[in-house]
């Protein structure tokens, strides 16, 4: 039987010691550690993935900028935000990267329904959708068959910040929320209602709260 996860939550954390943490985190781990989740917000911080083009931040932008270990391109993260880091041990998961990210975005979109909002998954841009609009983003590092990073949903953060970058190297993309499509949920009650939906879909045969 897998370990029971490690639930973790935090208030605001900031995005650089919580990358290192993450890290130390992963490279110390062996063979019977207990996959963890990280349940957080971050001050307001644009981050680019590893390969990331820079020229998708706009001139004026007015946030600090943060060069990421995780995939993608650039991403707004800001209080209002549910960030959701997925610490796991794949091999034991026996889950490659593409599976993760359809679980994770399954989650996603199991929470979405509970809410009553419909979305949908684009192909090639991993996320949630709803109306054109992304809500949540994936952004994963695999080291050793050790995922770290996660995704990050839109609860009622200011939608303004996200218009100062291409989000996910897209122009023209647009950023929603659950407060936008008419959800009056709090971060926290996010988390509650989301953990779940995660559970089951990254452990689907373990009967788990």
Known sequence: MTPAPTIRYWDLYDYVPCAEAMR???????????????????PSVLTLGAGADPSHIHPQCSLP????????QVTCHTPGQLVVYTLLDLRRLRLG??????????????????????????SGMPGAY???????????????ARSFHGLALNVHPDLSLFRQINICGKPGLEATSLHECGVDWSVD?????????????????????
Do not use: M, N
């Not at 900028?65 to 993608?72: A, F, L, P, W, Y």
């Open 24 to 42: 130390r985190q992963t490279d110390a781990r062996d063979e019977a550690s207990a996959d963890e989740i990280w349940l957080l917000q971050h």
């Open 65 to 72: 900028v943060v060069r990421s270990s995780r995939g993608g």
């Open 97 to 122: 990267v593409r599976a993760l990210v359809e679980r994770l975005e399954g989650a996603i979109l199991a929470l979405l329904a509970e809410a009553r909002t419909p979305a949908y998954r684009e």
């Open 130 to 144: 709803v109306e054109g609009k992304k809500i949540a983003s994936i952004g994963l590092r695999v080291s050793r």
């Open 189 to 209: 009650e996010t988390a509650q209602r989301f953990l779940p939906h995660l559970l089951q879909a990254l452990y689907p045969s373990e009967a788990r709260a």
